[in-house]
């Protein structure tokens, strides 16, 4: 097996401590989201169903300031773990890398270097972590706004006005103590609600900010060991949430000179980019003075894995329509090409496919 595909299996197998890293952290987001929503509904019962305009226009100020607080509190709160997982994140890296290619020198990136990357902006519309934070903020109280506004004008009693933001309850919030002894928070659970997006949304930026420090902190270790890597090639977890943009470029490699696109390329995105390293004849040693086993590794070929491409073209016709939808499927099926369903990291309208058949 190959140093690129034992990196790979490394990888894959990293994405379950990263998933409880975003779990940890989403349980730190939600009790400040849940906070800010009671002291909505607080305010809210204060006035007994006396809707007016004057309260309508210090209630939105209110909503303002209550949302604002929360989104900086929980983005204080989530901060020094991101660095800290950055720092961990390039520790493992040089770690699982040192341990493949056996007898090379590595560059072992500074920490200053490793924490700075929770401040990059993303590749998500070029916002920063605290940006997309400050969103969460702005589309909570954007949304409370536009309910309240809305219950006003069907004289809504308090009653329904909270249904109208919180929705009817599933499952009250509580605290319980968990198997490793420590007491969480377990969010309530509601349905129906304004807020029903914020917490989605919520859980999107947890997965999101853990992928990009994930990615950006393994990108400065390579950075700073480019003379061992000549290449980078894309990896996505393949399911049916893949999406097509990512798809295509499943398997791509890039030169060390490329531009390619920073990782995540949107919100949940789970592509990451697998060095490909030199063998030992690009790196100028003697293969046969390295031992055996290393040696057979450090062949300088790319990653051995089915790319999304791969699935597709063995996909049943139920299991194309999963993933590509009806429409695009049937182009497929025409002789309409995948890589001609996205230009330029933008997927084409369907209505710009037909005709399009390359048999």
């Given at each position: 097996?190959?140093?690129?595909?034992?990196?790979?299996?490394?990888?894959?197998?990293?994405?379950?401590?990263?998933?409880?890293?975003?779990?940890?952290?989403?349980?730190?987001?939600?009790?400040?989201?849940?906070?800010?929503h009671r002291e909505?509904?607080?305010?809210?019962?204060?006035?007994?169903?006396?809707?007016?305009?004057?309260?309508?226009?210090?209630?939105?100020?209110?909503?303002?300031?209550?949302?604002?607080?929360?989104?900086?509190?929980?983005?204080?709160?989530?901060?020094?773990?991101?660095?800290?997982?950055?720092?961990?994140?390039?520790?493992?890296?040089?770690?699982?890398?040192?341990?493949?290619?056996?007898?090379?020198?590595?560059?072992?990136?500074?920490?200053?270097?490793?924490?700075?990357?929770?401040?990059?902006?993303?590749?998500?519309?070029?916002?920063?972590?605290?940006?997309?934070?400050?969103?969460?903020?702005?589309?909570?109280?954007?949304?409370?706004?536009?309910?309240?506004?809305?219950?006003?004008?069907?004289?809504?009693?308090?009653?329904?006005?909270?249904?109208?933001?919180?929705?009817?309850?599933?499952?009250?919030?509580?605290?319980?103590?968990?198997?490793?002894?420590?007491?969480?928070?377990?969010?309530?659970?509601?349905?129906?609600?304004?807020?029903d997006m914020n917490?989605?949304?919520?859980?999107?930026?947890?997965?999101?900010?853990?992928?990009?420090?994930?990615?950006?902190?393994?990108?400065?270790?390579?950075?700073?060991?480019?003379?061992?890597?000549?290449?980078?090639?894309?990896?996505?977890?393949?399911?049916?949430?893949?999406?097509?943009?990512?798809?295509?470029?499943?398997?791509?490699?890039?030169?060390?000179?490329?531009?390619?696109?920073?990782?995540?390329?949107?919100?949940?995105?789970?592509?990451?980019?697998?060095?490909?390293?030199?063998?030992?004849?690009?790196?100028?040693?003697?293969?046969?003075?390295?031992?055996?086993?290393?040696?057979?590794?450090?062949?300088?070929?790319?990653?051995?894995?089915?790319?999304?491409?791969?699935?597709?073209?063995?996909?049943?016709?139920?299991?194309?329509?999963?993933?590509?939808?009806?429409?695009?499927?049937?182009?497929?099926?025409?002789?309409?090409?995948?890589?001609?369903?996205?230009?330029?990291?933008?997927?084409?309208?369907?209505?710009?496919?037909?005709?399009?058949?390359?048999?």
């Amino acid at each position: 097996m190959n140093a690129s595909t034992l990196l790979l299996q490394a990888l894959f197998a990293r994405d379950a401590y990263l998933d409880a890293f975003s779990r940890d952290e989403l349980r730190r987001i939600i009790p400040i989201l849940d906070a800010a929503h009671r002291e909505v509904l607080g305010r809210i019962a204060e006035t007994g169903g006396a809707w007016t305009k004057d309260w309508l226009a210090e209630i939105a100020a209110e909503i303002d300031a209550i949302y604002h607080a929360a989104q900086a509190k929980a983005y204080d709160e989530v901060a020094p773990d991101l660095t800290k997982l950055a720092n961990d994140e390039g520790a493992w890296i040089a770690a699982e890398t040192k341990q493949i290619a056996m007898g090379l020198t590595l560059s072992i990136p500074a920490p200053s270097l490793l924490s700075a990357v929770v401040n990059l902006p993303t590749n998500i519309g070029g916002s920063t972590l605290a940006q997309m934070f400050e969103g969460l903020g702005i589309n909570a109280r954007t949304d409370a706004y536009a309910a309240i506004q809305a219950g006003m004008l069907e004289g809504d009693t308090v009653g329904q006005m909270t249904r109208r933001l919180r929705g009817e309850v599933v499952k009250r919030a509580s605290w319980k103590t968990e198997a490793d002894g420590v007491r969480r928070y377990q969010p309530g659970v509601y349905k129906g609600g304004a807020w029903d997006m914020n917490t989605r949304q919520a859980e999107t930026l947890a997965r999101t900010a853990v992928m990009h420090v994930g990615n950006q902190a393994r990108d400065v270790f390579y950075g700073q060991n480019q003379d061992i890597i000549k290449g980078y090639q894309r990896v996505e977890t393949l399911d049916l949430r893949t999406c097509l943009i990512c798809g295509t470029d499943d398997g791509h490699v890039y030169a060390p000179d490329d531009m390619r696109p920073s990782l995540p390329v949107h919100p949940d995105c789970r592509g990451v980019y697998v060095p490909v390293l030199k063998s030992w004849q690009e790196l100028g040693f003697d293969a046969a003075e390295i031992p055996p086993g290393t040696r057979a590794s450090m062949d300088g070929q790319v990653a051995e894995f089915d790319t999304w491409t791969d699935m597709v073209r063995k996909a049943d016709p139920k299991r194309l329509e999963e993933m590509l939808g009806p429409g695009r499927a049937a182009l497929y099926k025409q002789g309409v090409k995948l890589e001609d369903m996205v230009k330029g990291g933008e997927i084409v309208p369907i209505k710009d496919l037909a005709g399009r058949f390359h048999p």
